[in-house]
């Protein structure tokens, strides 16, 4: 507060508000999964964390669980995890973690996993001999995460 002196009770008197001191009215906000680290003196807020997106994906490609993403099964083995544009900041999946739900072998393609138009590639494989792997449809699990 800034003004002049002390004001006594009943008095009159101006002060204001020093607002390079006081923090202003929070104006801005986080997409899902982050969280507010900081508040700025002028309202503007600083965001962490990452986004996490996760589901299980039964053996035709329909999805059992999770939300945030579709599922595309149109060859044997071979699914993609499809995110709507705008879920991951820069556009590109930084990591995917994938877990079959049975004794099948999983291979991702596209760079680890993610490719620059938001979707990952997922490769089911009843060999774990790179190169002697016949593709197979199973279940499976996955996490995809941006930090």
Do not use: K
Not at 7 to 34: E, F, H, K, Y
Not at 57 to 64: K, T
Request: aromatic share 6%; hydrophobic share 35%.
């Amino acid at each position: 507060m800034t003004g002049g002196g002390s004001i006594a009770l009943g008095g009159t008197g101006t002060l204001s508000v020093d607002q390079s001191v006081v923090q202003q009215r929070v104006s801005g906000s986080c997409s899902v999964g982050q969280s507010i680290a900081a508040i700025a003196t002028d309202g503007t807020v600083t965001c962490a964390g990452g986004r996490v997106i996760g589901g299980t994906v039964l053996a035709l490609g329909q999805v059992r669980s999770g939300s945030g993403f579709t599922v595309s099964h149109t060859i044997t083995g071979v699914y993609i995890i499809h995110f709507p544009p705008g879920t991951w900041s820069g556009g590109a999946i930084p990591a995917v973690t994938v877990t079959p739900a049975g004794s099948f072998n999983v291979f991702a393609n596209d760079g680890g996993g993610s490719s620059s138009d938001g979707s990952a590639t997922v490769d089911i494989h009843e060999s774990s001999t790179a190169g002697s792997e016949t593709p197979t449809d199973g279940p499976f699990t996955f996490i995809a995460t941006q930090t």
